[in-house]
């Protein structure tokens, strides 16, 4: 089972409170660790979480800096409490932009976390879905078979993903907006898709599960017909 979440709406809980949007990310940053517990509790095999899209580089420099500041300083203070709890820990996306203490961290979060037997927890930071996409095109070979099972091995290796992470299952998204962002666009190519109304810093445990409750009774078809509908009197399924 692969979770993907679009954490959206740490901006304007702040702002509807009076505040610097950087503290809505700091509520956010709390949230990210109770929904982390709360995916390992349920089961979940993958948790992706998309922390900072290559985009957002075009947010003023001290939102962008302050985010960097969050992601360090979680990977500083989590990075114990994943060993404790089996998760393994990994970032994706590009790393030449970040800076040399973030990356420390990250290195160093991956190694002693990655004895872990449990979740693999991937964050995503300055993550651009097409960029992986050109980028594990440029490395494919002309000759030679290719799979979407190969393809989806050589996103990882750009993307810097140290483990094997399969398509996603359930792609949620808070913050009332419905698109996708540039997020694991290929690995989602079956996702079902959960929008839940809140904004990321009031998104917790109970709203995790009541999104993994409504997955249970999707139906997936994988473009075959439903069960209940034999002869595909319904048309395509989807
Ligand atoms: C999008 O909402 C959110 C982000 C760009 C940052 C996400 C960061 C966190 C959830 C906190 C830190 C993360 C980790 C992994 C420690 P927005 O801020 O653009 O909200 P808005 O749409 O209301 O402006």
Known sequence: MHVAIIMDGNGRWATQRGLPRTAGHIEGAKTVRSVVEAAARSGVDVLTLYAFSSANWSRPAGETSAL??????????????CVEQSIRLNVIGRRDRLG???????????????????MHLRIAVDYSSQASILQAARRVRAEGPLDSD????????????AYPSGEVDLLIRTGHERRLSDFLLWECAYAELYFADCLWPEFGESEFKAA???????????GRVAAHDPLGIR????
């Open 100 to 118: 040399d203490n973030l990356l420390r961290a990250i290195e160093q979060s991956e190694r002693l976390t990655a004895g872990g037997t449990g």
């Open 212 to 222: 993994l409750d409504d997955f249970a009774r999707r139906q997936r078809r994988f």
């Open 68 to 81: 960097m500041r969050l992601f360090g300083q979680y990977l500083f203070t989590e990075t114990r409490r």
């Open 150 to 161: 190969a393809f989806m091995a050589l996103l990882n290796e750009v993307d810097h993903c």
């Open 235 to 238: 048309g395509e399924g989807t």
